[in-house]
C-alpha cells in the first residue's frame, strides 16, 4: 500500500514569513496527526484529526499555528508568521482509527523546515 | 502523566553482538508501548508494539522487545547486530486510544563493522 505522502521535503524561509505543508495520508485511516520535531527531540503531536474533526490541538501554538483536514482526507499544517524556533521537521502520520490503543501510526518523511 | 524516558542518548554495538536499547515508562493503568525506528532524513517506521500479556514481543527486522512490569521497562533488544541497523530508536506509550503517543527523546545506535 501507498505510504503517507508530505510535500515538500525541505522548506527555507525568513522569519515571519508564512509557510504551508501538505500530507496526503494512507488510503482508508481515519486519523491523521501532525508532529513537530525538533533536532535532536523526539517527536511532539501538535494536532490530531479524527476524519475531519479536531481530536486534540492541546499543543498547537494557535496564535501562529493552524491546520485543516476540510474532506477528511488531506491534511494542510499552517504557520504564519514564522519564528527562529519553529526551525523543525513536522512529521504527518495516520492510523486506522482511534479504537484500542495499540494501533501503529504510519509515518510521512516530513517536511523540513529551516527559518532564517 | 504518561511519559517514556530513554536514559542512554548513544548505543554503540559491534557487528553480530546483541544489542539493547533501553525504554521505561511512568506508571498510570496499563500502558500501549511502541518502538519506532527513524533513519536519516525519513520518517519514523513502526518496529513493534506491547500487547497485553505478551511479554516478549518480536517485531520487524528481528527485533524483539521484552516488557518487565515490576520494572516498567520495555526494552528493544536483537541477537545479531547489523551495520544495516544503525538509526535513530524510539519508544513511545500510550494509556488508550484517545490519548497522545507520547516519544522518548530517542537513542541512536551504531553498530561498527
Known amino acids: 500500500e501507498a505510504g503517507v505522502a508530505q510535500s515538500p521535503r525541505y522548506k527555507i524561509i525568513e522569519k515571519r514569513q508564512s509557510v504551508a505543508f501538505w500530507c496526503n495520508p494512507i488510503?482508508?485511516?481515519?486519523?491523521l496527526y501532525w508532529y513537530q520535531q525538533i533536532l535532536g527531540q523526539g517527536p511532539k503531536l501538535l494536532i490530531q484529526?479524527?476524519?475531519?474533526?479536531?481530536?486534540?490541538d492541546s499543543q498547537l501554538p494557535k496564535d501562529r499555528f493552524s491546520a485543516e483536514r476540510l474532506k477528511g482526507v488531506d491534511s494542510t499544517l499552517k504557520i504564519q508568521p514564522a519564528k527562529l524556533e519553529d526551525s523543525a521537521v513536522y512529521l504527518c502520520?495516520?492510523?486506522?482509527?482511534?479504537?484500542?490503543?495499540?494501533?501503529?501510526?504510519?509515518f510521512g518523511d516530513g517536511t523540513r523546515l529551516s527559518i532564517l | 502523566a504518561q511519559s517514556v524516558a530513554q536514559p542512554e542518548d548513544q548505543v554503540n554495538v559491534a557487528e553480530g553482538n546483541p544489542l539493547t536499547v533501553k525504554c521505561t515508562y511512568s506508571?498510570?493503568?496499563?500502558?500501549?508501548l511502541f518502538w519506532y525506528v527513524q533513519y536519516p532524513n525519513r520518517g519514523l517506521q513502526f518496529l513493534l508494539k506491547?500487547?497485553?500479556?505478551?511479554?516478549l514481543v518480536k517485531g520487524s527486522y528481528g527485533f524483539e522487545a521484552e516488557f518487565n512490569k515490576s520494572q516498567t521497562s520495555f526494552h528493544l533488544k536483537k541477537p545479531s547486530a547489523l551495520v544495516s541497523d544503525s538509526a535513530l530508536y524510539f519508544c513511545?506509550?500510550?494509556?488508550?486510544?484517545?490519548?497522545?503517543?507520547?516519544f522518548g527523546k530517542g537513542t541512536r545506535l551504531s553498530v561498527i563493522a
Open positions: 506491547y500487547i497485553t500479556g505478551d511479554n
Open positions: 513511545a506509550v500510550r494509556y488508550s486510544g484517545n490519548t497522545p503517543l507520547v
Open positions: 506508571v498510570s493503568g496499563n500502558p500501549y
Open positions: 484529526f479524527q476524519n475531519n474533526g479536531v481530536v486534540d
Open positions: 488510503s482508508g485511516h481515519a486519523t
Open positions: 502520520a495516520s492510523s486506522l482509527g482511534m479504537g484500542p490503543g495499540n494501533q501503529p501510526q504510519h
